[in-house]
């Protein structure tokens, strides 16, 4: 996620999702929230020391992958867009981009914005590997022309990749 002031507030929220696994003492948690809130810090950063914290891994962040299992850690939120305004596609989705540069597994934190609520997934290097460009995990989509459809936010599990969900945060990064 970009740190710009639209992103600060879905920062903020990813913050106090990973707090209880990010072993910072009470004392400092207030200045954490503080510069999170700024918009100062790499959020991108604090959730891979989260993850290594819970999995059995060590962050390594070399080209390719953040972990020492050869895994990439990714967050995303949810993003609503016309994919053909003539058709009228519309799309709820989370997108990962440049996951062609990866060579394990994805771990990946997902906000849905609609819900107000994080997703989960760890999706195995061979799921993605003939992707060039961006992984695009949907979770609604209409076919509505001439006007936005009315969002709910739940997901359709039938669709590409929701069968790489975990239940929870510990389960996604014990994966592998």
Not at 68 to 95: E, L, P
Not at 136 to 143: A, H, K
Request: aromatic fraction near 12%.
């Amino acid at each position: 996620m970009a740190t710009t002031d639209n992103a600060v507030k879905y920062q903020v929220r990813m913050l106090e999702e990973i707090l209880p696994y990010l072993n910072v003492p009470f004392t400092d948690v207030a200045n954490l929230r503080s510069l999170v809130a700024k918009g100062w810090l790499q959020m991108d950063r604090i959730v891979e020391e989260a993850m290594s914290n819970v999995g059995n891994f060590e962050m390594v962040s070399v080209f390719g992958m953040d972990f020492s299992d050869q895994s990439d850690a990714k967050t995303v939120v949810s993003n609503m867009r016309n994919n053909n305004k003539k058709r009228g596609i519309w799309t709820n989705s989370f997108v990962i981009r440049k996951v062609y540069t990866k060579v394990g597994a994805l771990r990946v934190v997902a906000f849905n914005k609609i819900l107000d609520k994080f997703h989960y997934f760890y999706i195995p290097h061979h799921a993605y590997a003939h992707l060039t460009s961006s992984l695009d995990i949907q979770i609604e989509c209409y076919t509505k022309q001439g006007e936005e459809p009315k969002w709910t936010g739940v997901p359709n599990r039938n669709l590409k990749f929701w069968e790489y969900e975990c239940a929870t945060f510990e389960e996604m990064c014990n994966k592998g």
